[in-house]
Nanobody, 124 residues
Framework: QVQLVESGGGLVQAGGSLRLSCAASGRTFSNYAVGWFRQAPGKEREFVAGISRSGISLYSSDSVKGRFTISRDFAKNTVYLQMNSLKPEDTAVYRC?????????????????WGQGTQVTVSS
């Protein structure tokens, strides 16, 4: 398994931007698919975006598509989530997760490695 550390969260006004980072160590990260998930208070954890080992990205819904961009830097063993035009409903703890990429999708129960999470708060 890989060890994951998120960073980049914080407090931002609506319409602002944040870039989250998910830094990996411990294994050959290039073979891993990575997903970003978020959980707001009182809500279930939800998938936000994912990126395959070949760099193909997937977004959860139209609510983030066009505002969020997931990318990865293989040299730095890091996956990013660029979040633009943030809305108060984006407020949540964001966690990244990784698994060896067998092309089986991004269901959260299939991920073996998780970061500790980073808080994103968007004020109105």
């Amino acid at each position: 398994q890989v060890q994951l550390v998120e960073s980049g969260g914080g407090l931002v006004q609506a319409g602002g931007s944040l870039r989250l980072s998910c830094a990996a160590s411990g294994r050959t990260f290039s073979n891993y698919a990575v997903g970003w998930f978020r959980q707001a208070p009182g809500k279930e954890r939800e998938f936000v975006a994912g990126i395959s080992r070949s760099g193909i990205s997937l977004y959860s819904s139209d609510s983030v598509k066009g505002r969020f961009t997931i990318s990865r830097d293989f040299a730095k063993n890091t996956v990013y989530l660029q979040m633009n035009s943030l809305k108060p409903e984006d407020t949540a703890v964001y966690r990244c997760a990784a698994k060896i990429d067998y092309g089986l999708g991004y269901q959260d129960g299939t991920f073996a490695s998780w970061g500790q999470g980073t808080q994103v708060t968007v004020s109105s």
